[in-house]
């Protein structure tokens, strides 16, 4: 099983929402969890390196080939965290994904940037949007799920903005974070290819 996060937009949330779905993972029994860090900026890894997370195996794969082999043959559930500016890793990532979580931000400006994505996954594997540090009860908020759920594109998720997840590595993994991105896990599941 392999859940690809990918946004060819930077900075929406994508390493955070890697490293919580594959927490979440643990949490919900999966033996082995891989997390794949194929973005060369290392983000991931070098959150696990200052905060290892029990159950997670970290596997740095920042080429097509790398993270080719590294989805082909761990036995278990893998998330992979990918680059922003690097289709052809992008694309290697999903060829093998069974589940594509595409992190995005309330606003009018992320639309093209998902659709961009959007075209990259094509029709064979099931996606998700999920909103990342969302200001519950804003109308931007509102305007947003309103938007994606009239386009036709499904929300997984709605995670909220929080200072213990914005903290990142600096702390351990914030509980409603954890329960948002659980919740986020079960409907990539669900959803997943074959
Ligand atoms: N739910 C949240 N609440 C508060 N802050 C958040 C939340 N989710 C993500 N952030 C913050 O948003 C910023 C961008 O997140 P992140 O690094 O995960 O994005 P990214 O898509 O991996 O970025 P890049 O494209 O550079 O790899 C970080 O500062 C992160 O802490
Ligand atoms: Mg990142």
């Known amino acids: 099983m392999n859940i690809v996060v990918s946004n060819v937009k930077g900075g929406v949330g994508k390493t955070t929402t890697s490293v919580y779905l594959a927490a979440a993972a643990v949490d919900r029994g999966w033996d082995p969890v891989t997390l794949v860090d194929a973005d060369r900026q290392a983000s991931t890894a070098e959150w696990l390196e200052e905060r290892p997370l029990v159950g997670v195996d970290l596997v740095e794969a920042p080429s097509e080939r ?3 082999r590294a989805l082909a043959g761990h036995g278990g559930l893998a998330v992979v965290d990918t680059p ?3 289709e052809r ?3 290697a990532a999903l060829d093998r994904a069974d589940a594509v979580v595409i992190p995005t931000r309330a606003g009018g400006v992320e639309y ?3 659709v961009a994505t959007l075209e990259m996954i094509g029709t064979r594997i099931p996606y998700g949007v999920i909103i990342c540090a969302a200001r519950l009860g804003t109308n931007d908020l509102d305007e947003t799920v309103a938007w994606w759920t009239g386009s036709g594109v499904p929300i ?3 995670i909220p903005e929080r200072v213990g997840i914005a903290a990142g590595p600096e702390t351990r993994l914030f509980r409603e974070g954890l329960d948002a991105y659980g919740k986020v ?5 669900r959803k997943r290819a074959g």
């Open 84 to 86: 922003p500016g690097d």
């Open 185 to 189: 896990l079960r409907k990539a599941l």
């Open 112 to 114: 093209s940037r998902v």
């Open 89 to 91: 890793i992008v694309r």
């Open 66 to 68: 790398t993270v080719s």
């Open 156 to 158: 997984w998720g709605i």
